[in-house]
């Protein structure tokens, strides 16, 4: 006799109470993003797993302990993460007039200084404004004296600590050198200092029973409790298997030794 084959049952229920202890609190964030969401989520005693996003291509999501969920959207909230992006205007013509399409490079232009921005190690987040007036060729080739509107920029810079992570005029140079005809001077930068969260200790351990363990470790510890009840339940059904055999054995083994007995007795009558 087998005994009943439950360690797959047992493997497939350790998996089931994994994934009911995860929640995704993130989904189609670009690499830099999800790992700046995976310290911040750190930093705040929040354990937190970078996996693949399967929907998009080079995009990953964020997962965290089930009674995590909640405090990490709450982090996350405040770092900005996903970072709101601007989305293609609806109605646009089929075919783009020259306006749109220089306003468009323009855009495209600021979304590039904002990502060069927030690559600084200790920037949050950046904001770029630009203001590129259209110069006419025609009045240029006219009056190349004449002095005409010029073109600004403004820029927003939210960072963790009291010193900023990138001087003002390090901003300036180089926010002036991706704008044609866009000057230093012409560059207004504001810098905001975003203070460190805090996690309180009460935070930092859960209880299960008379066992604290750390809130980031909880659903692993529920999984590998899930797992030794399994194995426990299938060494018992083993064990009661292997009694059950036994005894059969012993039993058998007793009817044999008991028929020679029986034959002799009645071969002396």
Same mark, same amino acid.
């Given at each position: 006799?087998?005994?009943?084959?439950?360690?797959?049952?047992?493997?497939?229920?350790?998996?089931?109470?994994?994934?009911?202890?995860?929640?995704?609190?993130?989904?189609?964030?670009?690499?830099?993003?999800?790992?700046?969401?995976?310290?911040?989520?750190?930093?705040?005693?929040?354990?937190?797993?970078?996996?693949?996003?399967?929907?998009?291509?080079?995009? =990953? #999501?964020?997962?965290?302990?089930?009674?995590?969920?909640?405090?990490?959207?709450?982090?996350?909230?405040?770092?900005?993460?996903?970072?709101?992006? !601007?989305?293609?205007?609806?109605?646009?013509?089929?075919?783009?007039? !020259?306006?749109?399409?220089?306003?468009?490079?323009?855009?495209?232009?600021?979304?590039?200084?904002?990502?060069?921005?927030?690559?600084?190690?200790?920037?949050?987040?950046?904001?770029?404004?630009?203001?590129?007036?259209?110069?006419?060729?025609?009045?240029?080739?006219?009056? !190349?004296?004449?002095?005409?509107?010029?073109?600004?920029?403004?820029? +927003?810079?939210?960072?963790?600590?009291?010193?900023?992570?990138?001087?003002?005029?390090?901003?300036?140079?180089?926010?002036?050198?991706?704008?044609?005809?866009?000057?230093?001077? %012409?560059?207004?930068?504001?810098?905001?200092?975003?203070? +460190?969260?805090?996690?309180?200790?009460?935070?930092?351990?859960?209880?299960?029973? !008379?066992?604290?363990?750390?809130?980031?470790?909880?659903?692993? =510890?529920?999984?590998?409790?899930?797992?030794?009840?399994?194995?426990? =339940?299938?060494?018992?059904?083993?064990?009661?298997?292997?009694?059950?055999?036994?005894?059969?054995? #012993?039993?058998?083994?007793?009817?044999?030794?008991?028929?020679?007995? #029986?034959?002799?007795? %009645?071969?002396?009558?």
């Amino acid at each position: 006799m087998q005994p009943p084959r439950l360690p797959r049952a047992a493997l497939i229920l350790a998996l089931a109470a994994t994934a009911a202890c995860t929640r995704e609190v993130a989904a189609g964030l670009e690499e830099a993003e999800a790992n700046r969401g995976v310290v911040a989520l750190a930093r705040s005693g929040i354990d937190a797993e970078k996996i693949a996003d399967g929907q998009s291509d080079g995009r =990953f #999501r964020l997962v965290v302990g089930r009674d995590e969920a909640t405090s990490a959207i709450a982090v996350l909230s405040g770092e900005e993460i996903p970072r709101l992006r !601007p989305t293609a205007a609806k109605d646009a013509p089929f075919v783009a007039s !020259p306006e749109a399409d220089r306003a468009a490079r323009v855009g495209q232009t600021a979304q590039a200084i904002e990502r060069s921005l927030a690559s600084v190690d200790g920037v949050m987040d950046a904001r770029v404004h630009l203001d590129v007036p259209q110069i006419d060729p025609l009045t240029s080739a006219l009056a !190349p004296d004449a002095k005409g509107a010029r073109a600004t920029a403004s820029v +927003l810079v939210r960072h963790r600590g009291a010193t900023p992570p990138i001087g003002v005029e390090e901003i300036r140079r180089l926010v002036a050198g991706a704008v044609s005809g866009l000057a230093a001077e %012409g560059v207004a930068v504001v810098t905001v200092s975003v203070p +460190l969260p805090t996690s309180s200790a009460d935070r930092q351990l859960a209880w299960v029973g !008379p066992i604290g363990v750390s809130r980031g470790s909880l659903p692993a =510890f529920r999984a590998l409790a899930a797992a030794a009840l399994g194995g426990l =339940f299938v060494l018992s059904a083993a064990l009661v298997a292997l009694a059950i055999k036994l005894r059969r054995t #012993r039993d058998a083994q007793g009817d044999a030794g008991a028929e020679p007995e #029986r034959a002799g007795r %009645g071969a002396s009558r």
